[in-house]
């Protein structure tokens, strides 16, 4: 039996990529049960890799079920309304007029079912590019994060989709407050903009360059924390691994110093001195961190309390003990393959059934969805044979498979 504060909930999903699926993964993971609406070729992320799902795919949609259905055919559209009056919740990230054009608005689906809660992540917010499409790279650019992010020179996006992440978390935010609010429809009807998403999460930089233009009468904005502050930032050891050291403050200065065997000096003694000769300071960590192997060196700074952990690549950080402490991952197969992935870390608010279910094939359990709203066998059949519905193929490879080395 499913568990969880949202037991009992239904969300809809018209989602693709990251945002609208990563909101719902997040409302499933407290309990609500996921009906995830794909078209006949699948969501995105189910075709990035080899043809196959991407690990967005597999990382956000574990525990939901796929409903596959045409909604530009009127058979697909009626079975979509016949969901929309048993469901609590839709989220959707379709651009504004694909979701017009598909009949999915919040007036479409108030219409249908005048309690429901209903999620719009898009591009932008209320405003004049109300109706354009942005990506979470188009956030980060119209927002000021992505100008100081140059690692060749030019400006590039961080990597992570943090933005549609982001959006996601506000989203879920949004939907849990509004079931405990007076259920008006104005807070029913919620808009998500990637834009207005990156302006909030950009807040303390845009703040900070205000301030600065106003105390230096200029518009200064420091490339990054690391480059602010000497003893920040990463350090390769003697043995070739790389150190994240934090050192924000004179105590951990000092720190560092007591473990590195690094003779205190009044000329680095405060932050302001250490700013002011950052060539230098930046040279003597370096040195101190080379002089030591990676084991010998981070038994010292944990001796002495300094802040810091390994750079990992991806392949070895959930094989360290934190990641593999009891309650910090789950194990699920998809087709012939095993994964482990990170929990939402919230303890025991976490739904238990969500944490283990594998994600969905395309259509996995249309034909089981369609019996729940009611449909006969002979109804279902017509739907799936018209190509209203679509179930899946259990036999299709879910990857093609790795060339051969020549």
Request: proline fraction near 6%.
């Amino acid at each position: 039996m499913e568990t969880g504060i949202l037991s009992g909930k239904m969300v809809v999903e018209l989602g693709s990529m990251i945002a609208a699926p990563y909101g719902t993964h997040l409302l499933n993971q407290l309990g609500a049960e996921v009906i995830k609406i794909e078209p006949p070729g699948g969501e995105t992320t189910r075709k990035l890799v080899r043809g196959g799902p991407s690990g967005s795919y597999l990382a956000f949609n574990y525990g939901k079920r796929s409903l596959c259905l045409d909604l530009s055919n009127e058979a697909g559209r009626s079975v979509f309304g016949r969901l929309i009056k048993q469901a609590d919740i839709v989220v959707q990230n379709l651009s504004p007029s694909a979701a017009r054009k598909l009949g999915v608005t919040f007036e479409d689906c108030n219409a249908l079912n005048p309690n429901i809660i209903y999620c719009h992540i898009k591009g932008y917010g209320a405003g004049p590019l109300a109706e354009k499409v942005a990506s979470n790279p188009i956030a980060e650019a119209a927002t000021g994060i992505m100008y100081h992010n140059r690692p060749e020179g030019r400006p590039a996006r961080l990597g992570p989709s943090y933005h549609d992440q982001f959006a996601g978390c506000y989203a879920a935010i949004a939907v849990l407050s509004a079931l405990m609010s007076d259920r008006s429809k104005a807070k029913r009807n919620i808009d998500i903009g990637l834009y207005e998403t990156g302006l909030h999460i950009a807040a303390r930089d845009l703040l900070g360059v205000q301030l600065k233009t106003q105390l230096l009468g200029r518009a200064e904005q420091e490339p990054s924390a690391e480059f602010s502050i000497p003893g920040y930032g990463a350090y390769e050891t003697g043995d070739g691994r790389w150190l994240y050291l934090v050192m924000l403050n004179d105590e951990h200065w000092r720190r560092f110093c007591r473990a590195t065997d690094i003779e205190a000096s009044d000329e680095y003694a405060n932050l302001r001195q250490r700013r002011r000769n950052r060539e230098a300071v930046e040279a003597i960590v370096s040195t101190a961190v080379a002089a030591h192997t990676f084991d010998a060196l981070t038994k010292r700074l944990d001796a002495q309390g300094v802040g810091f952990t390994e750079v990992l690549p991806l392949d070895r950080v959930l094989q360290s003990a934190q990641a593999q402490a009891p309650d910090k991952l789950s194990e699920f197969a998809f087709g012939d393959y095993a994964f482990e992935t990170p929990n939402l870390p919230l303890g025991p608010l976490l739904s238990e059934a969500a944490e283990t279910l594998p994600p969905p094939l395309l259509g996995e359990h249309t034909k089981e969805l369609l019996a729940e709203f009611g449909y006969s066998d002979s109804d279902i059949e017509i739907l799936v044979q018209s190509g209203a519905a679509i179930a899946s193929d259990h036999d299709a490879p879910l990857w093609a498979p790795p060339r051969k080395a020549e």
